[in-house]
């Protein structure tokens, strides 16, 4: 079955970057499959930060635009999110999630697969 595993959590002060990876195992390449990062604070729904389709494409939420980037190894079967300028607001435990349809997905009932996530934390 397909299982993610992210890593690269972490704390760090508030300006500072971290890089999160996903390693996709179970599936045949993410060549063919829309991926995408998400988050959730404490009290708080979880939301869509990043996503990548099949194609490449990408899309960000407005709150990270100009400071995160997705990214994706195919070869690798591994998906990035690279966090700079992070600020406290961006604390949270952070989720990779995939899904078999290629195309564009942004929110969590688009994705079947999830992992079990990385945490996060920006102090000021």
């Known amino acids: 079955q397909v299982q993610l595993v992210e890593s690269g959590g972490g704390s760090v002060q508030a300006g500072g970057s971290l890089r999160l990876s996903c390693a996709a195992s179970?599936?045949?390449?993410?060549?063919?499959?829309?991926m995408g990062w998400f988050r959730q604070a404490p009290g708080k729904e979880r939301e869509g930060v990043a996503s990548?389709?099949?194609?490449?494409?990408?899309k960000y939420a407005d709150p990270v635009k100009g400071r995160f980037t997705i990214s994706k190894d195919n070869a690798k079967k591994t998906l990035y999110l690279q966090m700079n300028s992070l600020k406290p607001e961006d604390t949270a435990m952070y989720y990779c999630?995939?899904?078999?349809?290629?195309?564009?997905?942004?929110?969590?009932?688009?994705?079947?697969?999830w992992g079990q996530g990385t945490q996060v934390t920006v102090s000021s």
């Open positions: 999630a995939a899904d078999d349809y290629p195309r564009m997905r942004t929110k969590v009932p688009d994705f079947r697969y």
């Open positions: 990548i389709d099949a194609d490449g494409s990408t």
């Open positions: 179970g599936i045949t390449s993410s060549r063919y499959y829309a």
